[in-house]
């Protein structure tokens, strides 16, 4: 199995920045691509971004495209996400997923327990 543990969350200010961390363990073989996922209170959860195994490759969600960076680095078994320029509308629980690389979060086996993101006004 496979275990994912989000650290970084917390309270942020409009318009500044957060960076998120997961490190994932156990057997890390059964996974290729780490993705981040978001829930806001009330919303279904929502893709934010995704790199491909070797972290040469990564995609984004059109909501955090251009001030966004997912990286990974494989010696540790991380994976991170820097936001910049946040708004209140980047409120949510951050997940990190592994899988496959996909957009859809069915084509995640692991996930983290989340970390809470608060973005004040």
């Known amino acids: 199995q496979v275990q994912l543990v989000e650290s970084g969350g917390g309270l942020v200010q409009a318009g500044g920045s957060l960076r998120l961390s997961c490190t994932a363990s156990?057997?890390?073989?059964?996974?290729?691509?780490l993705g981040w996922f978001r829930q806001a209170p009330g919303k279904e959860r929502e893709y934010v971004a995704v790199?491909?195994?070797?972290?040469?490759?990564?995609s984004y969600a059109d909501s955090v495209k251009g001030r966004s960076t997912i990286s990974r680095d494989n010696a540790k078994n991380a994976v991170y996400l820097q936001m910049n320029s946040v708004t209140p509308e980047d409120t949510a629980v951050y997940y990190c997923?592994?899988?496959?690389?996909?957009?859809?979060?069915?084509?995640?086996?692991?996930w983290g327990q989340g970390t809470q993101v608060t973005v004040s006004s």
């Open positions: 156990g057997r890390t073989s059964l996974f290729s691509a």
């Open positions: 997923a592994a899988g496959v690389f996909d957009s859809d979060p069915v084509k995640y086996d692991y």
């Open positions: 790199i491909s195994s070797n972290g040469r490759v990564a």
